[in-house]
């Protein structure tokens, strides 16, 4: 299997902060299993498995996916050719703000600055997105599927070439 930068499975209040994460084939951060209370902060997440340009070679290789957790909070954080920038799935009362990501890579079903699939109470604020068009390979660049209670707020999607997906 493919090899994450940082794992967090089942452990209450852990802390990613003030580091720079750079993964190939994997995840940047990558948190599952009932994890509680995680939060990412002061950090930068490069996917250096990217090819030149176009959608990356699998969908797994996220800058940062949080699957069945709770009360995640990611600030200040600078995401770039992530087959998603972030995915959550499962993830109640999560917060993302002070967001930079860039050329989301695909492929589909992800090319996504965020996606939040089946969370509750989410809250996604002060963000900006650049997708250049002849590097990125998006989607729906903010996606809020499956779920009740988001608030998406003072942001700016700059590029989407996706064939699906919509800004």
Do not use: W
């Amino acid at each position: 299997g493919a090899n994450h930068g940082i794992t967090i499975s089942g452990f209450t209040g852990v802390q990613i902060r003030n580091c720079a994460i750079r993964h190939d084939t994997g995840k940047g951060i990558y948190a599952t299993n009932g994890s509680h209370s995680l939060s990412v902060d002061h950090v930068t997440v490069l996917c250096i498995g990217a090819p030149a340009t176009g959608a990356n070679a699998n969908t797994g290789m996220i800058n940062i996916e949080c699957q069945s957790c709770s009360s995640v909070t990611i600030s200040n954080v600078s995401l770039t050719d992530g087959s998603s920038n972030i995915y959550m799935a499962i993830c109640d009362n999560a917060h993302v703000f002070n967001l930079n990501g860039y050329n989301a890579r695909g492929p589909f079903p992800r090319g996504q600055l965020v996606q939040f699939n089946q969370c509750n109470t989410t809250l996604l604020t002060d963000f900006y997105c650049f997708n250049d068009f002849d590097i990125s390979f998006t989607e729906d660049n903010v996606n809020c599927y499956h779920g009740d209670n988001h608030t998406v707020m003072r942001g700016c999607v700059d590029g989407n070439n996706s064939i699906n997906g919509v800004g």
